[in-house]
């Protein structure tokens, strides 16, 4: 037992400890320096919350029977928040096509549902279904959507995070609109942790990352992600050395994430999040304006161009030995 | 007496970073030219278009990655007719520099990166560390400089020994040139910066030059600094072992610390009583910490003329505080007694050749027009107008052993003419400031982080 809980990933890791771990003591020391401006923007926020609406569909009937993965192999069977075997996860994997269409088509339709459809916000952190049924989600809530669906399907998905630094853009919208997180970032010169997904499609595992919506990926300027698309050097920079593999969320992940975003700094992910509702809403408007797959087209030949590719050529005068 | 003629002078004393003859476009806008800042606009624009043409021609046949860069933008050597076609070439981000492999494809890496001629260089072990690789470079003559920004990740660049020398002529002629009221090579001076015998961080390596400039150098660091101890210094740390090094690096640096500041103070003690002309060069924190000990003390001093001191690497003192460059020079005025036109910025990064340099007037960033082309680009890489911010870009018409087209992460202001002074040619306000989310770098962050003790 002890092995599978180390393999689902129950027990934190010791990387991702030194990385949590080793954030949380700026965020407190920032906190614990703007005590009032703390308990001014929470009282705010109490009475100014953000509204994010109600999700834009109906999540499918469940109907007894449809197919499902009951494998207990690892990336298939559930983990902690990523509950492949929850009704309405297997009622929305069987309507987005899972055991009818090939592989890479299903996981796309995952994809896409999960992408186009959950929000991006700094909410405390519940299982996929809540995420589901609220529409919004950080992107760890959304990796596990993703991956509880996709293992609904029989495929096997995977976590991936890490700490990171962000695009300017990103920087304005979601750090510098909150002094406390500004102070947090520039202290730390990284957000502490981000991840996409993997999942496993014809002997690969293929990058997923949901977080964005069209919409803020518009707003931000930045390509509309598609699957297998990694983040990695087009809005984030990675922490060397802080990428981990997992299989499942460790216990306690949440513990000081939901302490933070409920009651300790809820004015300012509060204004996090009504900064990047803005944001959604502008960007709903370039893309209205442009057409999704032209504002994509240009903006990916921008990207594509900006960082070069070298390939590496043998070099008759280098000798290893 | 302070010298003459600066030219004369350092070209006497730095006759070892000049080529027997000078030959190329590129030598000849570095080695030709009486000053580097003070050219009519016209002779400067001749010598900065041949270098810069000159070095993106050599690039274009000599560097297969590059050539693929123009051609994806449609650009070839006989595109650039004038400076007016600079904005053509194209540029590669700094990011690129960034987005290495490690082991024995770091070392093939570097390689394919290079423009010249790889000498033989061989790597033992089959998987050899980023330190392994620089050290087998340098026992072949090249110079893989290095720096590193807060995710750890390290910025490469290969100089072989031509754009190394070049670069070590440019950076002595830049800065003796803003301070040649000041100048004199029976000086002594105190490097704020690690000893460039002793690592290839670049802040450490690019001013070697000031052994030749100056009578006699001290060190403030005197450590060996490796890529590995560079990371962990920055806190990344990659396993238990890293992260004891960490801890006994921190440990030992409160000693070294306050043995540097004791050298500071007992240096700046002797040389005033010696009557000593001097120069403190490297990061202004450093100096700082000297000028705080004094303070304490209650001492101050009258170098007057005597002194100079000049900064690089940025500002940045605390995790959350900036030095202000003017404070700075009214603490050195007060309390060293140099005046601030002795008191002067030097800017320079790890990817470049050229040395921005304030003017004594009025402390804004000079270009040496004479190889080195600025660009401040918007977002889409169209230059900004005279007087708006922008991100700084680069055409370095010296860097011969790596396409030096390059744009920053560092957000400048471009002036079409300074304000204070009557040189030639456009200048950047006296502050340079890191582009929103780009990670947070500067040499001088390097240093502050090497030293820190908590
Ligand atoms: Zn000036």
Not at chain 1, 108 to 120: C, S
Not at chain 1, 287 to 316: C, F, H, N, Q, W
Not at chain 2, 157 to 181: C, F, N, V
């Amino acid at each position: 037992m002890f092995r599978e809980w180390r393999e689902k990933g129950y027990i934190m890791p010791a990387r991702m400890l030194r990385v949590t771990m080793g954030a949380l003591p700026s965020l407190i020391k920032v906190l614990l320096r703007h005590p009032v401006y703390v308990m001014k923007s929470n009282l705010a926020a109490r009475k100014n919350a953000v509204d994010l609406g109600r999700p834009s569909y109906e999540i499918p009937e469940y109907v007894e029977g449809m197919p499902y993965c009951k494998s207990n192999e690892r990336y298939l069977r559930p983990t902690h928040l990523c509950n492949p075997h929850a009704k309405e996860i297997i009622a929305l994997a069987n309507h987005l096509g899972a055991y009818k269409l090939p592989d890479w088509e299903f996981a796309e339709n995952v994809f896409n549902f999960v992408k186009k459809n959950i929000k991006l916000a700094f909410v405390g952190m519940d299982r996929e279904v809540d995420t589901l049924r609220r529409g919004t989600g950080t992107c760890v809530h959304q990796l596990s959507l993703f991956a509880a669906l996709c293992r609904a399907g029989g495929l096997k998905a995977r976590y991936k995070l890490y700490s990171l630094a962000l695009v300017e853009p990103l920087y304005e919208n979601m750090i510098e609109v909150s002094p406390i997180m500004k102070s947090w970032y520039d202290a730390l010169g990284s957000f502490m942790l981000h991840g996409t997904a993997e999942v496993y499609i014809d002997g690969e595992w293929v990058v997923a990352d949901p977080t964005f919506t069209p919409e803020y990926e518009a707003a931000m300027g930045l390509p509309l992600a598609k699957l297998g698309d990694d983040p990695m050097g087009i809005w984030n920079y990675p922490l060397e050395g802080t990428v981990m593999l997992l299989e499942g969320l460790p216990y306690g992940v949440g513990v000081a994430w939901n302490f933070l975003v409920n009651f300790l700094a809820k004015g300012e992910r509060i204004k996090i999040d009504r900064s990047m509702n803005e944001a959604r809403k502008k960007g709903r408007e370039i893309l209205d304006e442009m057409g999704e797959e032209e504002y994509d087209a240009s903006v990916r030949a921008k990207y594509e161009a900006k960082i070069p590719k070298i390939t590496l050529e043998k070099v008759p005068n280098l000798v290893f030995e | 007496m302070p010298v003459e003629n600066v030219k004369e002078t350092l070209d006497e004393i730095l006759h070892d970073y000049i080529p027997s003859s000078i030959s190329t476009p590129s030598e000849k806008a570095l080695y030709e030219p009486d000053t580097f800042y003070g050219l009519p606009q016209k002779k400067a624009d001749e010598y900065r278009y041949g270098a810069i043409k000159y070095a993106f021609r050599h690039h274009y046949e000599n560097n297969r990655f590059y050539r693929e860069v123009c051609r994806e933008n449609g650009v070839t050597p006989d595109d650039i007719r004038s400076i007016d076609d600079f904005s053509r070439i194209p540029l590669i981000t700094h990011k690129f520099f960034k987005d290495y492999p490690s082991g024995r494809d770091f070392a093939v890496w570097l390689a394919n990166l290079m423009s010249t001629e790889v000498p033989k260089v061989v790597i033992k072990g089959k998987n050899p560390s980023f330190d392994d690789v620089i050290d087998a470079f340098a026992e072949a003559g090249v110079v893989v400089a290095f720096s590193s920004g807060t995710t750890g990740k390290f910025t490469f660049i290969p100089r072989d020994a031509w754009t190394y020398k070049m670069g070590q002529y440019a950076i002595g002629r830049s800065a003796i040139e803003m301070l040649k009221h000041w100048y004199e090579p029976d000086a002594s001076g105190f490097l704020l910066f690690p000893n460039p015998k002793k690592t290839n961080i670049y802040v450490g390596k690019v001013t070697n030059v000031m052994y030749d400039l100056v009578k006699d150098v001290q060190v403030a660091i005197d450590r060996e600094i490796t890529t590995q101890i560079l990371r962990i210094s920055m806190g990344v740390t990659f396993n238990f072992k890293e992260k004891m090094m960490s801890k006994m690096i921190k440990a030992a640096s409160k000693k070294m610390n306050e043995d540097m500041v004791k050298r500071m103070v007992n240096w700046i003690d002797e040389m005033y009583k010696k009557g000593e002309r001097i120069l403190f060069a490297g990061a202004p924190f450093i100096l700082n910490m000297a000028l705080d000990r004094l303070e304490e003390e209650g001492k101050s001093y009258d170098f007057g003329e005597r002194g100079a001191v000049l900064t690089g690497g940025g500002w940045k003192i605390h995790e959350d505080k900036r030095l202000p460059v003017e404070v700075f020079r009214e603490r050195v005025g007060k309390i060293l007694g140099i005046p601030p036109e002795n008191c002067l910025d030097l800017y320079a990064m790890v990817e470049s050749n050229g040395f921005l340099v304030h003017c004594p007037e009025g402390h804004y960033f000079h270009i040496p027009q004479n190889y080195f082309h600025v660009r401040v680009i918007d977002d889409d890489g169209e230059d900004v107008a005279y007087g708006e911010e922008g991100r700084f870009a680069f055409l370095d018409g010296i860097a011969m052993s790596y396409p030096g087209f390059i744009s920053t992460g560092d957000k400048v202001k471009i002036h079409e003419r300074c304000p204070a002074c009557g040189r030639e040619g456009p200048v950047l306000e006296p502050e340079v400031e890191r582009i929103k989310g780009e990670e947070i770098r500067g040499c001088a962050e390097e240093m502050r982080r090497i030293i820190m003790e908590e």
